[in-house]
């Protein structure tokens, strides 16, 4: 049974929460993050769908034409942020139908692409140029990099790398139906593509952008079958193989360049501990994040173990403060090219399994029309 978006909408809150139920020590650990009373909202959310956004493919049609095209359509636009006119909200009102959103001629055009505004928080932030190369290590299904080649105007140079021969096809999909041509897509674990590059090209990154595997906590809203996957073995495999993907890509970005570190995931162990690891082995800056939206810092102590004071600048989004899925970010400037790591060989068979469990898990919650 697939457990997408369109299911949560169609099934009823009393029979999600029946066969969907957080395991308690998940539960404890949401409890120890937000305070009993922040948790109950939390989890209460978790039952209910995220509302419906979808992003303006610029390179092949501007907001304001797309939204005319919605409205004969009969559907009630509204651009939420100001800052970000490509981004909609499909209101209510437009009593639209579970999958409606990826029916209309529009989307088959590539006009639009489906996707939560939590997911596009991480190139915003980065905001590429025209002039960058840039790394996307982690690409598939490819609504970032889609929307980094709208930011750049089909200019300059993305390299897309994704492992996985399926998710390989999903990508150029979605790239050609964006008419996304300044992308080259490459197929290789994160790490033996940041070796290789490393040592074969030596061109540094100017913008990287590393949205890891991840045990995927803050998309409960789109993939409830997450409360029954969770458990703190795969989350703790998944921060090692983190660890490694960010260091690498680390090491291919220039001085001065910057990499934004995501996840959709809560657990301290996949996101504040990983950017701690990187502060502790590179000479980097963690930078502030400003964002249209409520946003909580970074936490600095968890387990017992105190973690670098500017881990504070990294940004925490929690589903019940803005009606999203929960997500997490670091933005992060490179100084110098001190690195204190030896190296690392690639994943283990152990590790490789958990990284193709939780990117399995994120296919299923992006872009399920």
Not at 345 to 353: C, G, I, L, M, Y
Request: net charge neutral; charged share 30%; hydrophobic share 35%.
């Amino acid at each position: 049974m697939k457990t997408d978006k369109n299911f949560v909408k169609k099934t009823k809150k009393e029979k999600l929460m029946a066969k969907f139920q957080p395991k308690e020590e998940f539960k404890q650990r949401i409890e120890k993050l937000l305070g009993e009373a922040e948790a109950k909202k939390f989890f209460e959310i978790s039952y209910f769908a995220c509302p419906d956004i979808i992003r303006v493919n610029t390179l092949k049609i501007s907001p304001e034409d797309l939204i005319s095209r919605l409205q004969k359509l009969g559907w009630v636009v509204e651009q939420p942020y100001k800052i970000w006119p490509e981004v909609l909200l499909i209101k209510k009102e437009s009593n639209l139908k579970p999958g409606d959103l990826g029916k209309t001629i529009e989307h088959l055009l590539g006009y639009y692409y489906v996707q939560e505004i939590t997911s596009m928080l991480p190139v915003f932030v980065l905001n590429p140029t025209e002039n960058d190369l840039y790394l996307d290590l982690c690409a598939s299904p490819g609504s970032k990099t889609t929307q980094a080649a709208a930011i750049m105007k089909n200019s300059g140079s993305i390299m897309a790398n994704e492992v996985s021969l399926g998710r390989i096809r999903i990508l150029n999909a979605n790239l050609e139906k964006c008419g996304v041509s300044n992308t080259m897509v490459t197929r290789k674990d994160g790490v033996q593509f940041c070796k290789r590059w490393a040592k074969e090209i030596k061109r540094p990154f100017d913008k990287i952008l590393t949205d890891v595997p991840c045990s995927g906590e803050g998309t409960l809203r789109k993939s409830p079958r997450t409360f029954d996957m969770w458990n703190l073995k795969y989350i703790r495999a998944l921060s090692s193989v983190q660890k490694k993907l960010a260091s690498e890509a680390l090491k291919l970005l220039k001085v001065g360049g910057e990499m934004v570190y995501s996840t959709c995931t809560l657990s301290p162990e996949e996101d504040e501990f990983v950017v701690d690891y990187l502060k502790k082995n590179f000479d980097i800056e963690i930078m502030k994040i400003e964002l249209p939206l409520k946003t909580r810092p970074g936490i600095l102590e968890w387990e017992n173990e105190k973690l670098d004071p500017e881990i504070v600048n990294c940004v925490r989004v929690y589903p019940q403060d803005n009606n999203t899925d929960g997500f997490f970010l670091a933005k992060i400037k490179k100084l110098s090219d001190k690195c204190l790591l030896n190296e690392e060989d690639r994943f283990d068979k152990f590790e490789k399994k958990y990284i193709d469990e939780a990117e399995d898990l994120e296919m299923g919650a992006e872009d399920e029309n």
